[in-house]
């Protein structure tokens, strides 16, 4: 076994075997060069493979009973023949970076079960909750044989766009009766989603549920719309009792198929892959700012005089982007004479 050898993870993803798929998603969510260098290169090789898998995404507030809904739907998944992936996106821990909630504790069916594959992964502070590379560990899954592939977000009111960017579906999970101090929240996820379904639709909740159901549908038609093409419905379902999960699912097919018919699934896909491409462009860019050699000289000075008020922040971003250019300069002339070149031109 060569942890260091492309072939290894290749044949065994290819051979759905769990521990090399887990080891390929740590590898590929590494921040050391030579492992970003690998998963890169296992990537290119799988993409191939990749494309396939129905793409769900699901969110909702807290206590919304999102675990128990994953849970009971992808049971309901695997008896139908299917292969399911959960990549569900924990908040991380401010002192470890680590996923706190522990998603297999709270799906003990579902990853006992050989058919599936649960990776709780920590958001790392990604608007959305959705994990730095949650793009690339469901291509992954993909290759490894997933059919369907679930991507559980933090739901805490964020902005969920970076989810609905990545997924073929967008589901929205609500209560009934949560109350009005959820409406900022519901209104903005509410334009994402390709479907809301009410769950705890079962007991004394029935009525509301119902009630709910009918209001979130009225207000659907208010709203702008992910796709021309679908009307998002309003559904109800029991998690709990698994009532209203053959409906759930009928409705993502349904979607699925309007959009392959129009041709609309592959222009989405194909745009997903271009902001996929410039999310990493601006990560990098990101990225070897703060790792630039003379702005770690001035940085924490500029830091200071911010945070004593000497400086004004707009100033003082100009000041490090006016630093980062000189710098480059130098860096330039420098390596210019190296080679034997003249003065450089301003």
Not at 53 to 65: N, S, W
Not at 173 to 197: F, N, P, S, T, Y
Not at 258 to 263: C, I, T
Request: proline share 3%.
């Amino acid at each position: 076994m060569d942890l260091h050898d492309r072939d290894y993870y290749m044949d065994g993803l290819l051979k759905k075997d769990f521990r090399i798929l887990s080891r390929a998603i740590t590898l590929v969510e590494s921040s050391l060069v030579q492992h970003r260098r690998m998963a890169r290169e296992i990537l290119d090789d799988l993409m191939p493979k990749t494309g396939h898998a129905t793409r769900l995404g699901i969110t909702g507030v807290p206590g919304v009973g999102k675990s128990s809904f994953i849970e009971s739907f992808g049971m309901m998944l695997l008896e139908k023949g299917h292969y399911v992936a959960v990549l569900s996106i924990d908040p991380s821990s401010s002192r470890s970076g680590g996923s706190i909630m522990a998603d297999k504790t709270r799906m003990t069916r579902l990853s006992a079960d050989k058919r599936a594959y649960i990776r709780p992964s920590p958001s790392g502070g990604t608007l959305g909750g959705v994990a730095r590379k949650t793009r690339e560990t469901m291509l992954l899954c993909e290759a490894a044989g997933f059919d369907v592939i679930i991507v559980e977000t933090v739901g805490v009111g964020q902005s969920e766009t970076v989810a609905a960017s990545m997924v073929d579906f967008f589901l929205l999970l609500m209560l009934a009766g949560a109350g009005d101090e959820l409406q900022g929240i519901k209104k903005g996820v509410m334009e994402l989603a390709d479907a809301i379904v009410i769950n705890k639709a079962d007991g004394d909740n029935l009525a509301k549920a119902e009630r709910a159901r009918k209001e979130y549908e009225s207000a659907v038609h208010l709203l702008s719309r992910p796709s021309d093409l679908w009307t998002p419905p309003a559904l109800t379902c029991s998690a709990l009792h698994t009532t209203g999960l053959d409906r759930v699912w009928e409705t993502i097919l349904s979607h699925r198929d309007a959009l392959l018919k129009n041709g609309e699934l592959a222009k989405k896909r194909r745009a997903q892959s271009l902001d996929w491409m410039w999310s990493i462009v601006d990560e990098g860019l990101k990225e070897r700012f703060y790792n630039h050699p003379g702005l770690k000289k001035c940085l924490p000075k500029i830091l200071l005089d911010v945070e004593s008020g000497k400086t004004a922040p707009a100033a003082a971003a100009d000041e490090l982007l006016l630093s980062l250019d000189h710098c480059s300069r130098e860096r330039r002339a420098r390596s210019w004479k190296r080679y034997g070149g003249g003065p450089i031109k301003k």
